[in-house]
């Protein structure tokens, strides 16, 4: 299977299945290459990186929610020069296309990043993350400004604005638009009793990014690709996504609880399952569960 | 480091506080050491139904390993868990305690938390002739030790986190390892480190560790979300802890 999941017009991004996993859940190389077969996904998209370093945020980073999880890292990062030379090895040796995540901070920084990563050829294509609470204009120049670049352009919207942000983006030159960042929210932490604000992970906000999804398909220009992100936790989430007009689909945190459910997920939508043996052990299913027969023979019924 | 399933073999209340499980674990978390921990989800017998709540994986210390592929795990007692419980772990997670090559004295200190993640390490030390101090403070007064190997010596601390004999049994231990309760961790290291500080003049490097039980997303060093600051550099607890110089922990 090759999908191309980027406007025409540019280098192209082809992937061999639609699924890949969101920025910011899998590291920025091959983090996860003793619980994931990289071979199976689509593509890998990296941690965000900022041109300048950027520290940890500091006291609580992560809340749990009931089924999900509040999470406030501060997007730690080394700085784009470094992430490119810690990681160029790695990436030149992975088995699928790596996508850069660039957070948007200003049109300057994004000038000097695109000059860097216009040279990296392992590097095969770059989405840009939107802040929350972005101006249109703000949003405009700064896609304006990394669309110079040779590579594929993805833009991440941010979730409460991407309805009136997707179609001025795209004009300015994004080859795909990403939907949605997650969105934010705010949760007490039960150990300090204090409030904390990040991005809400979860099952719960599949529900909401999908209904914007079919929205937006219906309202943007066909050729435009649109990239499903938020709240997939099984196969069928991604169909349901898939569905409403995605080209592809990108697995958050789902990798974190259940590392190989992207894995299965990508497998789903990439064709590689066809159909289940009757009374198949899960094992055999899920090549993951590794010694499950013989654990289970000898569980009590 | 992989994924594997386990199941709970065998579930025993050790006292009022607490209980033990024995997994029955694949074999390659049977040589897990002591500061080396598992990050479990519970499991349904048909794998294709997930449930989602709680979100995050647990981190689990061992307490024992019992045979090849036995690991004993602490949990308090009013957990709830079911004797063929299926697990899914990954492990192991992080790096052993470093201990140092001529120890003769150690002071095991637990601050609002129960000591479980410290308990791997006492057989071994035991059988080494290594003395070994555990003084419970804060909340973990309430742990019971009476399941614990008669030659430690518990002591609890006050409420003002002091104990009788204090300052001689700082000088006395070689190396001492604090471990604190999730949450606000850094001023629980803070609040031990300052008590050092005022009843010994010098900390040496690698002599006070923190141990950490924070909250571990992924445990593959992708998340970002434990990191901690150290002096003049970034660690992951997931790969590089749990167990951090106290002295290099920017723990403000």
């Known amino acids: ?301 | 480091m992989k994924e594997t399933q386990a199941y709970i073999e065998r579930i025993k209340r050790v006292n009022r506080v607490c209980q033990r499980l024995e997994l029955a674990v694949d074999k390659s978390l049977s040589a897990m050491l002591a500061g080396q921990a598992m990050l479990v989800r519970r499991i349904d017998k048909d794998y294709d139904s997930e449930n989602w709540e709680p979100y995050l994986r647990e981190l689990w210390f061992p307490v024992e390993i019992l045979a090849s592929n036995i690991v004993v795990v602490e949990h308090p007692a009013r957990t709830h868990f079911l004797p063929g419980q299926l697990l899914s772990i990954i492990g192991p997670v992080g790096q052993p305690f470093r201990f140092r090559q001529k120890l003769r004295n150690i002071l095991l200190i637990a601050y609002h938390t129960t000591p479980a993640a410290l308990l791997l390490m006492l057989p071994p030390l035991l059988a080494k002739q290594v003395s070994i101090t555990l003084v419970l403070m804060g909340s973990a007064r309430e742990y019971e030790t009476n399941h614990l190997p008669e030659e430690i010596e518990v002591m609890q601390a006050e409420d003002n986190l002091t104990w009788p004999d204090m300052v001689m049994t700082l000088g006395w231990a070689d190396q001492v390892f604090a471990l604190v309760g999730p949450g606000d961790e850094l001023s629980y290291l803070n609040e031990v480190l300052q008590l050092m500080r005022e009843r010994r003049s010098d900390i040496p490097a690698n002599y006070v560790f923190g141990v950490l039980q924070r909250a571990l997303p992924c445990g593959v060093g992708a998340c970002h979300a434990c990191m901690l600051k150290l002096r003049g550099s970034l660690k992951l607890p997931c790969i590089d802890g749990p167990a951090f110089d106290l002295t290099e922990l920017q723990l403000n």
Not at chain 1, 134 to 156: F, N, T, Y
């Open chain 1, 1 to 301: 299977m090759a999908i191309e999941i980027a406007r025409p017009g540019k280098q192209s991004l082809i992937v061999s299945t639609p699924v890949m996993p969101a920025a910011g859940t899998v590291g920025f190389g091959d983090c996860y290459k003793a619980l994931l077969d990289y071979g199976k996904l689509g593509a890998v998209v990296t941690n965000p990186v900022t041109v300048e370093p950027w520290r940890p945020a500091s006291g609580t980073r992560i809340v749990p929610l009931g089924a999900g999880v509040l999470v406030h890292t501060g997007l730690p990062n080394p700085g784009l020069s470094k992430v490119i030379g810690q990681n160029r090895r790695t990436w030149a040796g992975m088995p699928i296309p790596v996508i850069l995540h660039l957070v948007g901070t200003s049109a300057e920084k994004m000038r000097q990043a695109v000059e860097l990563v216009d040279e990296v050829e392992e590097i095969v294509a770059v989405e840009l993350g939107l802040g929350d609470d972005i101006e249109e204009a703000e949003a405009i120049d700064l896609v304006a400004e990394a669309s110079r670049m040779e590579k594929p352009l993805l833009v991440r919207l941010p979730f409460y604005e991407c309805h009136q942000l997707a179609l001025p983006v795209a004009e300015a030159g994004a080859d795909a638009l990403v939907m949605t960042a997650a969105p934010r929210g705010t949760a007490r932490d039960r150990h300090t009793g204090r409030l904390v604000s990040g991005r809400i992970y979860g099952p719960l906000i599949k529900p909401m990014i999908l209904r914007l999804v079919g929205r937006l398909r219906r309202e943007v220009s066909a050729n435009l690709p649109i990239i499903a992100s938020g709240g997939i936790h099984s196969p069928q989430d991604a169909r349901d996504y898939m569905d409403a007009g995605a080209i592809a689909v990108q697995v958050d945190t789902a990798t974190w609880a259940q590392p190989k459910m992207l894995e299965r997920i990508a497998r789903d939508l990439g064709g590689w399952i066809a159909t289940r043996q009757k009374d198949a052990f899960p094992d055999e299913w899920n090549p993951d569960m590794g010694h499950t027969e013989a654990i289970r023979r000898r569980a009590p019924q």
